[in-house]
């Protein structure tokens, strides 16, 4: 039973970003008239209606708001929001007061890697079987913004970062655990920290409610531990009693004692990479236990095509294709990146910095039969650098560059100059973008114009 929670004025909103806005604007919708958006920086979009709060002393008494939704930018704890909560005041975010008011069927999805494609392609295969589907979260949409258009018989996807889920108060119906790792460590204190806040999301469901998790993933076993729910296994490396395994190249369905070969296979689908069939086999779970129909599950799955700038091919030129990775933040999205390809290969690699460990990367580098050349940019170019040259001796070339058109050019000419014109160019940096470019999406959108670009040279 959900212990629910009334919304009282004043009301603060911590964060000007896109969620903190469209919150206020769902508020603004309800007919609430005492909110304030509180930011360092100047906030010039506010809602008519709303007030503002910048400057360096933005979080000076908190406690003068009766509700503050929290923006996943912000920690839970940080001593302001404690003092706050400690004189009375109730602390939640967009998606635990979605959680609290949704009428339907939630399914929650975190994970280090793959959350976006998972839930693109679970709700693909349910609405293929006639569901009425809404997405939102962390792949960009704020539940919010749907929750007035959501009747009993709809279903919702959530992603989840381990940000919204670190003080999430209610759990989704069906909870998946996709590969879990180490990721946002100049945010969380430590992996164990990161590991727990996913495990947030899972801890309040009930016998009744399903757990979705990945059997090769040592984290995600970890957190299948704080799930009260039925729990169902996926795996690429053994059987499973209930759920989904890899076996003699195809998945099976394990359900009710009963096996069935569902002939997916990594060779017939249109994602490249064979870590994607774990992400295939979580979207498959979820949609069967939501009632979807198994035959037009396997259909959509066929035809999903993958989201933008998660391993997307963008051309080919002269025999060499070129591939846009630029979603791989974290070391282990750029192995199972170039663990997709056989063929000759130049990697553009760098970027922000997020202190991630590299070692198990350049290991990897350095194991590719493969690997031509490896093109360095951004401010981790140097780290990367050494950390390459401390794991053993190359056979490829490292390259630093400062611009982003050369890294690219160098990279479609070592394939020219090794392979004679076949092979592929891979942008897929291991790290965030910040500092030059605004976002991922940006880095991914330049890199696919000045690609596009080269063959007007």
């Known amino acids: ?13 911590l964060g000007g970003g896109v969620e903190g806005i469209s919150t206020a604007e769902y508020l603004l919708r309800k007919n609430y008239t005492r909110i304030e958006i509180l930011d360092k920086n100047i906030i010039t979009n506010i809602p008519k209606g709303t007030t503002r709060t910048n400057g360096e002393n933005y979080l000076e008494n908190l406690s003068r708001f009766k509700t503050i939704f929290r923006s996943p930018g912000f920690r839970p704890d940080i001593k302001e929001l404690n003092t706050a909560r400690a004189s009375g005041t109730y602390i939640t975010s967009a998606v635990s007061y979605f959680l609290q008011e949704c009428p339907c069927k939630v399914i929650g999805i975190t994970g280090t890697a793959g959350k976006g494609t998972a839930c693109s392609i679970a709700a693909a295969a349910l609405q293929e079987s006639g569901f009425t589907v809404h997405l939102g979260g962390n792949i960009g949409t704020n539940p919010l913004d749907f929750l007035d258009n959501i009747n009993k018989n709809h279903i919702t996807i959530l992603e989840i970062s381990s940000f919204q889920a670190m003080d999430m108060e209610y759990s989704p119906h069906i909870c998946t655990v996709l590969k879990t790792t180490s990721e946002h460590l100049n945010w969380h204190t430590d992996v164990e920290e990161y590991k727990i806040a996913k495990a947030q999301m899972v801890k309040n469901q009930s016998p009744d409610d399903i757990f979705i998790f990945n059997g090769d993933s040592k984290g995600a076993v970890e957190i299948s531990k704080y799930s009260k729910g039925q729990k169902f296994e996926y795996s690429l490396n053994h059987q499973v009693e209930n759920g989904i395994y890899l076996k003699d190249s195809s998945l099976h369905l394990c359900l009710n004692n009963t096996v069935n070969n569902i002939d997916i296979t990594e060779k017939n689908t249109l994602l490249k990479g064979k870590f994607n069939l774990e992400n295939i086999s979580a979207a498959i779970l979820i949609a069967v236990h939501c009632g979807a129909k198994l035959d037009s599950v396997i259909n959509s799955v066929k035809k999903f095509k993958g989201l933008q700038h998660r391993l997307e091919y963008v051309t080919t030129q002269n025999n060499i294709d070129f591939y846009n990775d630029s979603y791989a933040t974290r070391p282990d999205a750029t192995i199972a990146a170039i663990n997709s390809f056989n063929q000759p290969l130049a990697l553009i690699l760098g970027g922000s910095e997020k202190y991630a460990d590299f070692s198990q990367l350049a290991s990897n580098l350095l194991k590719h039969p493969s690997l031509k050349s490896v093109q360095l940019i951004g401010q981790t170019a140097e780290r990367l650098k050494s950390e390459i040259s401390l794991s053993g001796t190359p056979d490829f070339e490292i390259n630093i560059f400062e611009d982003f058109k050369e890294a ?16 592929v160019v891979l942008l897929s940096p291991s790290c965030a973008s910040f500092g030059m470019f605004e976002n991922y999406k940006q880095r991914g959108l330049i890199f696919k114009d000045l690609v596009l670009g080269l063959n007007k040279q």
């Open 408 to 423: 690219i050019e160098y990279s479609f000419n070592s394939i020219k100059k090794y392979s004679g014109n076949n092979g």
């Open 1 to 13: 039973m959900k212990n629910l929670i009334k919304i009282a004025e004043p009301i603060g909103i």
